[in-house]
């Protein structure tokens, strides 16, 4: 079952698979200019036909078919699956690859697609059981790694002032400032 979901909240099911039929190449070519992929699932703008109301679309409507590896590789050969099912592995948004989760020295900084359909990331920090920052924000080049950085200088407590931060003045302000603040200065 595909899911189908649309930005002015309407929502179904479905059992139409809007890459059946197509190549291996056209499947790779609509993933790589997803609206997300993430850990096997991928979520495809799909056209005004497949709006899941009763309902006319609206000219904002944004509409996402959900599929997972499985939905992504039916119909394709077992070595054609798995290149769908790899590329499912990919992490990006929009066309943006997001990086790998980056160790920093007892926490782990994750980035990963936002449920929305604004195109937004998820940005967290766990160090153990303990989630330490989870900031919603479009996607920034090397964000990850300044949180990273942000950890191993001035650990746990610095992490979590970026969290209380971030609403206000952005997550990537709230790490320079932090890290400003909490830098001795040199006279």
């Known amino acids: 079952m595909i899911a ?3 930005s002015c909240g309407s929502t179904s099911t479905t059992r139409s698979n809007p890459l059946r039929g197509l190549t291996l190449g056209e499947r790779c070519d609509r993933i790589r200019g997803a609206h997300s992929v993430h850990g096997g699932f991928l979520a495809l703008e ?3 036909s497949w709006h899941p109301s009763a309902d006319e679309p609206s000219p904002s409507c944004v509409v996402l078919a959900d599929l997972d590896a499985l939905d992504a590789s039916v119909g394709l050969a077992d070595d054609e699956a798995r290149v769908v099912r790899n590329m499912l592995e990919v992490a990006h948004v929009g066309g943006r690859l997001l990086p790998r989760p980056v160790d920093a020295g007892g926490a782990v900084v994750t980035v990963t697609p936002a449920d929305d ?3 937004t990331v998820i940005y967290a920090v766990q160090h153990g059981p303990r989630t330490l920052l989870e900031v919603e924000e479009p996607f920034e080049n090397g964000v990850a790694q ?4 942000l950890f191993a200088r001035h650990g746990a407590a610095a992490v979590v002032q970026a969290d209380g931060l971030a609403g206000r003045i952005g997550l990537r302000a709230a790490v320079a400032g932090i890290t400003r603040a909490r830098t001795a200065s040199v006279a």
């Open 46 to 48: 799909v056209d005004a």
């Open 4 to 6: 189908i979901s649309c």
């Open 146 to 149: 300044e949180l990273a950085d």
């Open 117 to 119: 359909f604004l195109g």
